[in-house]
Structures are given as C-alpha cells and as structure tokens.
Nanobody, 113 residues
Framework: QVQLVESGGGLVQAGGSLRLSCAASGSIFRIMGWYRQAPGKQRELVASITSSGITNYEDSVKGRFTISRDKAKNTVSLQMNSLKPEDTAVYYC?????????WGQGTQVTVSS
C-alpha cells in the first residue's frame, strides 16, 4: 500500500523560509515532486525530481525553491526560501511509478505580507 505523508507546512512572513518533507512508503518511485493549489486556482507543478536526480521547477520558484530526494529513506523535500504571499497554497506531495500516480493529503503553506 502506497502512502505519502507530508510535513513542514505552516505560517511564515514574506521573505522567510519553510521546508516541506514527504515520506513515501510502499514503492520505489520513478519521479517525485510537489504540486500546489491556491484557492480558486488549478493545481500546478512546483518542482519534480527523477530517480536519476533530474529536476524541474515552475518558473516562478526558480532560484528560490530547491527540491531534493533521499532514495535510501524514500523521501522528497522542498526547501522554500524568499517566500512570497503568492506562494500561499496547499502543497501536495506527488509520486509516480509506471502508470500510477499517488498523492499526499496536502499541507498548508501561508505566507503573510
């Protein structure tokens, strides 16, 4: 049974930092990443990382966010620096293997101005 458990969300002032972590179990994933969904908006990819370490970032977070992966622990993390109010959203861990995609329950990130 696949499970993705996120942690690390919260409230931070603009310019601050947060680190999100996702602990995965039940499979080894080809790709892992983070999506976010703000109120009234579609869910969007924030960053992803493959099993070989290739990363991809949404343009607005490039240079501010860093995704990393610990294959031994089966975790993926997102270090978020220089946070902006527009980064406020529910952040979801995502993992894919084969034809299957899995989601975590989501963690709220709120950035105050």
């Amino acid at each position: 049974q696949v499970q993705l458990v996120e942690s690390g969300g919260g409230l931070v002032q603009a310019g601050g930092s947060l680190r999100l972590s996702c602990a995965a179990s039940g499979s080894i994933f080809r790709i892992m990443g983070w999506y976010r969904q703000a109120p009234g908006k579609q869910r969007e990819l924030v960053a992803s990382i493959t099993s070989s370490g290739i990363t991809n970032y949404e343009d607005s977070v490039k240079g501010r966010f860093t995704i990393s992966r610990d294959k031994a622990k089966n975790t993926v993390s997102l270090q978020m620096n220089s946070l902006k109010p527009e980064d406020t959203a529910v952040y979801y861990c995502n993992a894919g293997v084969g034809y299957y995609t899995y989601w975590g329950q989501g963690t709220q990130v709120t950035v105050s101005s």
